[in-house]
């Protein structure tokens, strides 16, 4: 079946500090990748996405490239803020898989002054 | 446009309620979904909506009873729940579930089941 894992949180780092959450997947075809973010109190905001190997997603500072060769979907940026700070997850979907999007379990993102 | 709204944002109710859950969306999407969310663990799908029909249901309760009146709008009608299900509700839309397209989330509404 699909899954997707997420390097363990919580994550603190000082502002302007470069970030790396790890995301890897397991999926038979071509799924597609997602980052999504979630501030305290709210919905998920789609960050991020790429729809084939070697895309690059980038939003807000934020980047991520699908690499087939190694299933990951590592999300980067090079200098935090404190607005940074929520939860990110990573979800894969495919075609046929009727709208269901699998999820990591999340990473808590904290950035201090 | 890429807006999905609900209401409300926060309710409370007792286990012998009944209640609904609204969610509107208007980019013309043909699939909408219910999520339910614990706190500090992913959404897990509830129901699929493709075309205004219900085609998946993540053998959810029946205490939660979704409605699709038309292609904008998706409802969840709550009756009877337990306080674990106290939950953040988000709903979310598609342009089509057999595509990989984005699916747009809501704000959510937050339940809290006394």
């Known amino acids: 079946g699909n899954s997707v894992t997420q390097m363990e949180g919580p994550v603190t780092l000082s502002e302007e500090a470069f970030l790396t959450i790890n995301c890897t997947y397991t999926?038979?075809?071509?799924?597609?990748l997602f980052w999504y973010v979630q501030y305290p109190g709210e919905g998920l905001q789609l960050l991020l996405k790429?729809?084939?190997?070697?895309d690059k997603g980038s939003n807000k500072g934020f980047e991520a490239t699908y690499r087939k060769e190694t299933t990951s979907f590592h999300l980067e940026k090079g200098s935090v803020q404190v607005s940074d700070s929520a939860v990110y997850f990573c979800?894969?979907?495919?075609?046929?898989?009727?709208?269901?999007?699998?999820f990591g379990q999340g990473t808590i993102l904290t950035v201090h002054p | 446009d890429t807006e999905v709204t609900q209401t409300p944002k926060h309710l409370v109710m007792g286990m012998t309620n009944k209640k609904s859950l609204k969610c509107e969306q208007h980019?013309?999407?043909?699939?909408m979904y219910w999520y339910k969310q614990k706190a500090k663990k992913p959404p897990e799908l509830m129901f699929v909506?493709?075309?205004?029909?219900?085609?998946i249901n993540e053998s959810v309760p029946s205490r939660f009873s979704p409605e699709c009146p038309n292609s904008s709008l998706l409802n969840l009608h709550l009756h009877a729940l337990q306080p674990e299900d106290s939950a953040l509700y988000l709903c979310?839309?598609?342009?089509?579930?057999?595509?990989?397209?984005?699916?747009?989330f809501g704000p959510g509404t937050r339940l809290l089941v006394l």
């Open positions: 999926a038979t075809g071509y799924p597609s």
């Open positions: 790429a729809t084939k190997a070697d």
């Open positions: 909506y493709s075309y205004e029909k219900l085609s």
């Open positions: 979800a894969l979907r495919r075609g046929t898989s009727y709208g269901k999007l699998t």
């Open positions: 980019m013309g999407h043909r699939a």
């Open positions: 979310a839309s598609s342009q089509d579930p057999r595509t990989t397209e984005t699916q747009y």
